[in-house]
Nanobody, 122 residues
Framework: QVQLVESGGGLVQAGDSLRLSCVAS????????MGWFRQAPGKERECVAR????????YYADSVKGRFTISRDNAKNTVYLQMNSLKPEDTAVYYC???????????????WGQGTQVTVSS
């Protein structure tokens, strides 16, 4: 049984940092991309960061570029999202997902975590 379990969300002030973790179990994702998504109330789901599990190539949405960093620890089967200089507009439920597939310009995944709430106050 494949599981993705996120942790690390919380309530912070604007300008603070948080690190999200996603532990994968039940299979390896070594030949695929993993991603962090977020969804705020009334907004579409957004893929904010992607990483190639095997070679570590990373890609970011413009909205988080320069502030967020995605990384992985192969030995721990864990993907991280370091979020710095957080803004109120970063408030959302954050999901870890993979392996990623691109369908008509959108990223989809076979497996999703349960989500972790990030709330940034002004």
């Amino acid at each position: 049984q494949v599981q993705l379990v996120e942790s690390g969300g919380g309530l912070v002030q604007a300008g603070d940092s948080l690190r999200l973790s996603c532990v994968a179990s039940g299979r390896t994702f070594s030949n695929y991309f993993m991603g962090w998504f977020r969804q705020a109330p009334g907004k579409e789901r957004e893929c904010v960061a992607r990483i190639s599990w095997s070679i570590g190539s990373t890609y970011y949405a413009d909205s988080v570029k320069g502030r967020f960093t995605i990384s992985r620890d192969n030995a721990k089967n864990t993907v991280y999202l370091q979020m710095n200089s957080l803004k109120p507009e970063d408030t959302a439920v954050y999901y870890c997902a993979g392996p990623l597939r691109q369908i008509r310009g959108r990223y989809e995944a076979d497996y999703w975590g349960q989500g972790t709430q990030v709330t940034v106050s002004s």
